[in-house]
């Protein structure tokens, strides 16, 4: 089954894991044959470990990982109360932060581009420092910076000042993009929830012509490849949606079949 909305299907949010990595993976592989011969699209990830204060960034060659499950109760453990009965938990199984992220580098290792695909995490309280930090990283080296935010939970957390989006595009999502040869300037796309995703221009040298990320192929894709017309569509977003919108989202999921 297709996705039924014409743009960002919102339920996706609830399962970003998930859609982060895939849309990751499809971004690199959709802008491989569109750059200059002598650049390369490389799909990057960063565990974090440790502890909130003293964090560790990793990147593993190859990692095993337990499947994200909510287990069955953990067996029983030696009694250290003598007589007490202790009762059972139930084991939830957490992951480590993973942060991943497109790079473009030239043949001899020059990163050119970067584009983030902002997940939760960027957009929290305490992910937002880290994201920052990556944010001027960039823009002081010199690298061009796409910033996708199809969230809409969280605040906005861009490399352009709140205040400088004109009222009118505050939208659910939004994307920003930052030229490294044009550092005064921002180009952003506002998303409305009922706009198609659009295809973006991403900047590459001086010398080279802009590449473009067509980003709605990219979540169909993802959409049908993951099965995500099994979703609960019956479920309450959150944040919650405005009546108009909501009434909207009640019409599509009813004309597909995903809600009766």
């Known amino acids: 089954m297709k996705n039924p909305f014409p743009g960002m299907n919102p339920f996706l949010e609830e399962h970003w894991q998930d859609m982060h990595m895939r849309l990751t993976m499809y971004s690199a592989d959709h802008l491989q044959p569109r750059l200059p011969g002598d650049l390369v699209a490389r799909a990057e990830e960063q565990v974090i470990i440790g502890s909130e204060g003293r964090p560790t960034a990793l990147r ?6 337990e499947p994200y499950s909510l287990h069955e109760p953990s067996p029983s453990l030696p009694s250290a109360g003598g007589d007490i009965a202790f009762a059972e938990p139930l084991v939830v199984m957490l992951e480590p932060d993973v942060h991943r992220w497109i790079e473009i580098v030239d043949s001899a290792g020059k990163l050119i581009t970067v584009i983030e695909l902002l997940s939760p995490k960027n957009k929290s309280e305490d992910g937002q420092v880290a994201y920052r930090r990556r944010q001027r990283t960039y823009i002081a080296g010199g690298v061009s910076l796409v910033e996708i935010d199809l969230l809409r939970k969280g605040e ?24 490294a040869s044009e550092p005064g300037q921002r180009e952003i796309y506002p998303i409305a929830l009922r706009d198609r995703l659009p295809a973006l221009r991403v900047p590459l040298r001086a010398s080279d012509h802009d590449i473009a990320l067509e980003l709605q192929p990219l979540v169909d894709q993802a959409f049908e490849r993951g099965r995500y017309w099994k979703l609960d569509y019956h479920s309450n977003l959150q944040p919650p949606l405005s009546s108009q919108d909501a009434a909207w989202v009640d019409e599509v999921l009813r004309k597909s079949g995903l809600r009766q």
């Open 156 to 179: 906005r957390v861009l490399s352009l000042p709140p205040d400088a989006i004109p009222d009118w595009a505050r939208t659910p999502y939004f994307v920003c993009v930052y030229r």
């Open 60 to 65: 593993p060659d190859v990692k095993i990982v």
